[in-house]
């Protein structure tokens, strides 16, 4: 069974940085790319970035609203996919889903999601 | 980048009713179209990808068309379960939009 366990959420002040983890399970993981998306508080579904897998070079994409702030990197052998946060914002809270897109198909498995608010 | 927009924000319909949801793209994606379920408090679900597959254990009531920039989700017969808000998510090339969401009620 395809597991992703988020972890690492919290409270943390404007400016400050905050590592998320996703890790994975049931599949494996270094054939495929691993994705973050966010979701503010009663706001819809916000693409956050992705790391491709290694077989594709690992390069990342990101949102423009997080490019140079937010860096995606995995880890294959301990099936970890990690979400480094930087000079983080008040508009950066949300719940923070990792999830597994596959490239003709979307997002097909989810995370239960990971709570970061930014606030001082 | 490719802006995506769902029509309606919201509606509500009656137990039964057929339920459309539309998807607009900016630019052209092919098929590479994804719509999302996320029931209230809970996590995302792929309804559909490649535009009209439906995913493995999504009842047949639920079905997707269009290619190009114009995509619907179609409800045949809505059910009390699928109160939810649904997306649409752009997945050709980064960034991987997704439409604001529309939310579904019971009348």
């Known amino acids: 069974e395809v597991q992703l366990v988020e972890s690492g959420g919290g409270l943390v002040q404007p400016g400050r940085s905050l590592r998320l983890s996703c890790t994975a399970s049931?599949?494996?993981?270094?054939?495929?790319?691993m994705s973050w998306v966010r979701q503010a508080p009663g706001k819809g579904l916000e693409w956050v970035g992705f790391?491709?897998?290694?077989?594709?070079?690992?390069?990342?994409e990101y949102a423009a609203s997080v490019k140079g702030r937010f860096t995606i990197s995995r880890d294959d052998s301990k099936s970890i996919a990690y979400l480094q946060m930087n000079s983080l914002k008040t508009e950066d809270t949300a719940v923070y889903y990792c999830?597994?897109?596959?490239?003709?198909?979307?997002?097909?498995?989810w995370g239960q999601g990971t709570l970061v608010t930014v606030s001082s | 980048d490719i802006q995506m927009t769902q029509s309606p924000s919201s509606l509500s319909a009656s137990v039964g009713d057929r339920v459309t949801i539309t998807c607009r793209a900016s630019q052209g994606i092919s098929n590479y179209l994804a719509w999302y379920q996320q029931k209230p408090g809970k996590v995302p679900k792929l309804l559909i990808y490649a535009a009209s597959t439906l995913q493995s254990g999504v009842p047949s009531r639920f079905s997707g068309s269009g290619s190009g920039t114009d995509f619907t989700l179609t409800i045949s017969s809505l059910q009390p379960e699928d109160v939810a808000t649904y997306y649409c998510q752009k997945y050709n090339s980064a960034p991987y939009t997704f439409g604001q969401g529309t939310k579904v009620e019971i009348k």
């Open positions: 049931g599949f494996t993981f270094g054939d495929y790319a």
């Open positions: 999830t597994r897109p596959i490239a003709v198909a979307g997002n097909d498995y």
């Open positions: 790391i491709r897998s290694k077989a594709y070079g690992g390069t990342t």
